[in-house]
């Protein structure tokens, strides 16, 4: 059986790292170690052989997750100002599972580059196995403005920020003599032998992923300030912060400060692990490699599996990005932190200010993950403050937010705009590949509600608002699709069902809306970007974007998804309807890893027939950072109050 052969290959592997001589063992070198030379790190993900049975298993899973994918006919031919990410995703399987790679790193490595190229956030292949390591280079980039010229520097707040990472990162660095203290602030001229900003356009191209527009990206790649979890907390960046150990340096001309003279200087990486501990090769590939009893999904109604259910009742739809960076999140030094008393809601995702004019509350959205209630107890906090201090206007920040629950997203619409202004979020769809409508049709037929399915027809609402009974095959007709010369089959539209909220929204907006603006970096995600796009679809809020490449258009959002699923969400839906033995139906992983993909998409207001994430809509107000702003974000906010308020 086709279990028997790939569980055979996959011991087999296993056996061979095992059976490796410690001496010569390149994952036995750095075992325990906390920050690890590149190379080393490079040796160890490296000295897993190719197996060929090992891939056949992986891009079957990739291939079939895939049917589910949204937005794959519209990768043949991305409109602009997204061409960069057109390519022909089964022509990419195809070169993939055609390609002789010599080890398994490379194997996957390439299915990573495949996926992440997309420049969708939503959806990549993640093998757990090789992103243990984050690259991180003493000098992050920042793009600020200094006497009216935008520029590449080396962040100015560099000995405030570095020494958080930690005393056993900054002693290497003594260790070897290397003194990046002395760089902070410096003007970068070249990156290894580039125009500062073309290398930002490179890595923009090849490391950062996750939006759809260049601008964003380009905004990625450079340190900025955001929320982490619940704590301020500064990026490294794409730059500084790559999610791979291959690269044991990085070379920039600079000038330093107070200096006139360029120099040249070679800046080392050191990697920092976050994965599983091991102590040798056979370890490291158990510990982080092999399929776990979280890797796949499972059948929701087998009693063993009922204690897995992530939630009481409705399983709660999200749309997040991963950014790999938060695993090895650093402060925001504390000079940095506003210094407006935060009011009360300001505890989780949400920090919020009153700002020293008493005039404007500020929201800093850092996410829309986390508590689910308290985010809503935090919103309705922070705003009875705000009007209790006779507020009058209100500004929200949603820099580097990676977005989160769909329906926290669409809660704050509603507390903001009131429940008079009716549905707060977007129309959807899923796909309607054969799979999928097997896997509706069981759920009506054996009656399996939104407690167990995201597809079950009780999460959704017509069109009116009214919610869809548990009988109704939204699949049955479906509607056909036509894009980029490719027909393809969609779910009938239908609305989010949110309501009710554990916090009941107000009636009408607590502030007048066009007393209501948003700024960011443009890195906001998933859910954010649906967010904002409401707000300025619907509402005509004003939106500034900060940073960019000079003299070069920004999107005031990054890519826009409806909900996402993970491989085990997928797999878990087809085992509850009862399909894994189906002939469509994909094998469980034998590695661990996620295959994510955007499974519903949301259509724009202002355009019904293009999803919102392929409607352009560049920011009307955009702004540089400056050394005063760029990691300040009360002296940003102050800011962009008496750019955007009369």
Known sequence: MLWTSLTTALVGLAAVAHGTAAASDPCAKIAGQTFVVPSDAMACLKSFPFNETLRQNVLTVISTVFDFYTFEY???????????????????????????????YDFNRALYDFTNQLNDGHTRWLPYCYDTFQN?????????????????????????????????????????????????????????????????DYIADTISGNYLDHGVRVNSVFSSYRISSTSFSQRFGDLAGAPFPDQNSLTFTLIPVNST?????????????????????????????????????????ASSSLKKRDQPG???????????????????????????????????????????????????????????????????????????????????????????????????????SGTNFGYTGFRSTSRANPLAIKIVQNLVAKGITSNYSYYAPDNWAFLNDTEMPNTYDYNSPSVPLFINGQTDASSQRFHD?????????????????????????????????????????????????????????????????????????IDTEVKTA?????????????????????????????????????????????????????????????????????
Request: hydrophobic share 35%.
């Open 74 to 104: 519209y990768y043949l031919s991305s409109p602009a100002p997204f061409q960069e990410s057109t390519t022909n995703i089964r022509a990419d399987i195809a070169r993939i599972n055609s390609t002789k790679y010599a080890t398994d």
């Open 314 to 416: 409705r399983r709660l739809a999200r749309a997040v990005i991963v950014d790999k960076s938060q695993t090895n999140a650093v402060g925001l030094p504390s000079p940095y932190h506003p210094t407006a008393p935060p009011v009360n809601g300001s505890t989780g995702v949400i920090k919020s200010y009153i700002l020293p004019d008493h005039k404007t509350g500020v929201m800093f959205v850092g996410s829309f993950e986390g508590d689910y209630t308290q985010f809503q107890t935090d919103t309705q906090a922070a705003i009875t403050s705000f009007q209790k201090a006779g507020v009058s206007r209100l500004l929200i920040d949603l820099s580097n937010n990676g977005g989160g629950y769909v329906c926290l997203g669409e809660f704050l619409i509603s507390y903001l």
């Open 261 to 301: 003279l360029p120099e040249t200087v070679t800046v080392p990486f050191l990697a920092s692990y976050a994965g599983n501990n091991f102590t040798d090769s056979g370890s490291y590939w158990t510990n982080n490699c092999a399929a776990n009893n979280e890797t796949n999904g499972v059948d929701l109604l």
């Open 136 to 200: 991180l280079l003493p000098t992050p980039i920042v793009n600020i403005e200094q006497n009216g010229v935008w520029g590449v520097f080396i962040a100015p707040d560099l000995t405030e920020f570095i020494p958080l990472v930690g005393t056993q990162y900054t002693d290497y660095f003594k260790s070897i003599g290397f003194n990046w203290e002395r760089l902070a602030g410096a003007q970068v001229l070249q990156i290894e032998g580039q125009d500062p900003y073309a290398y930002v």
């Open 497 to 569: 069902l949110c309501t009710p909220y554990d916090v009941t929204p107000p009636a009408n907006p607590p502030f007048d809306l066009k007393n209501v603006a948003i700024v960011s970096n443009g890195d906001c995600a998933s859910t954010c970007s649906m967010f904002s796009t409401s707000m300025y679809e619907r509402h005509g809020t004003k939106i500034a974007v900060f940073g960019g490449k000079p003299g070069e258009t920004m999107e005031y959002k990054g890519m826009a998804g409806n909900q996402v699923l993970e491989w085990a969400d």
């Open 578 to 646: 009862g399909l894994k033995d189906d002939p469509l139906a994909p094998p469980d992983l034998l590695v661990s890893g996620d295959l994510r993909h955007n499974w519903r998409t949301a259509w724009s207001y202002l355009d019904e027939s293009r999803p919102i994430a392929y409607v352009s809509e560049p920011a009307t107000y955009r702004y540089p950072y400056t050394k005063e702003t760029y990691m300040n974000p009360q002296n940003l906010w102050t800011f962009a109050v008496n750019q955007l308020f009369d």
